[in-house]
């Protein structure tokens, strides 16, 4: 497959893989800068340690900043399924978007329909499985936020990218078992600690539920992880 809008833009942020080298997980995120140049910028300065493979822009048009096999650093610290340093794995996709701090918006047309196109090209070469497509709140909870509750996930899920169960209707009216809630939580892949439970929960409401966004574990909220969890773990037996 081949994009039609793909200009390179070198960054000098990066380093090996491990070795051997395994590329199965797509992270996205949101830039969360004032602007496309400023985040480009920084993705680039030596200073700033910081970078990723690709940089989409709200018009559509798509940076490469970092080769495929080696690795950026986008991830920071983060977690998924008991996994850590996730930069070695990964590839990172950055969303130019102003986020929570400069005025979070949606995301356009054009840059969607680029995200989705870029997503799907990466994923044709790297057995990447739906399981492993995140977002960077799900992978770091504590820290960040991004792409947010604005991003279609949804969209992507239905072009084959990422899962996406649709929700169910509520029944009943029966209490939430908070149990079973954190065990589905920790089954879908959150690495939750105690010390941040909510922040792991509002990360998976931001995604899966991006209707209210408030670390609680309510009844809607506990269905939705239900039924989640089971769209993960069926992805999971299916490879």
């Not at 495929?68 to 850590?84: I, K, P």
């Not at 908070?178 to 879908?188: E, M, N, P, S, V």
């Not at 010390?195 to 409401?205: C, Y």
Request: proline content about 6%.
């Amino acid at each position: 497959m081949m994009l039609t809008i793909l200009r390179n833009r070198p960054s000098p942020n990066h380093d090996r893989r491990g070795d051997p080298s395994r590329i199965d997980m797509l992270v996205l995120h949101y830039t969360g800068m004032r602007s496309a140049a400023a985040a480009l910028d920084r993705l680039c300065d030596p200073a700033a340690r910081v970078s990723a493979h690709f940089v989409v822009e709200e018009d559509g048009a798509i940076w490469g900043l970092v080769p495929e096999d080696r690795r950026a650093f986008h991830a920071g610290l983060s977690c998924w399924q008991h996994e850590h340093d996730l930069n070695f794995v990964s590839i990172g996709i950055e969303i130019v978007n102003p986020g929570h701090e400069w005025g979070y918006r949606c995301f356009p047309e054009a840059q969607m329909t680029a995200v989705e196109e870029l997503c799907r090209d990466v994923l044709s070469r790297h057995p990447i499985p739906p399981h492993r497509v995140v977002g960077h709140s799900d992978i770091a909870p504590d820290r960040k936020t991004d792409p947010g509750e604005l991003f279609d996930w949804a969209r992507l899920a239905r072009a084959g990218i990422g899962i996406w169960p649709e929700p169910g209707a509520l029944h009943g009216n029966e209490e939430v078992d908070f149990g079973r809630a954190l065990a589905d939580l920790t089954g879908i892949g959150y690495c939750v600690t105690g010390a941040g439970e909510r922040s792991s929960v509002a990360a998976f409401q931001r995604r899966f539920r991006p209707a209210l966004v408030d670390g609680l574990i309510d009844r809607e909220t506990a269905v939705r992880l239900s039924e989640v969890r089971a769209a993960f773990s069926h992805c999971r037996r299916a490879e």
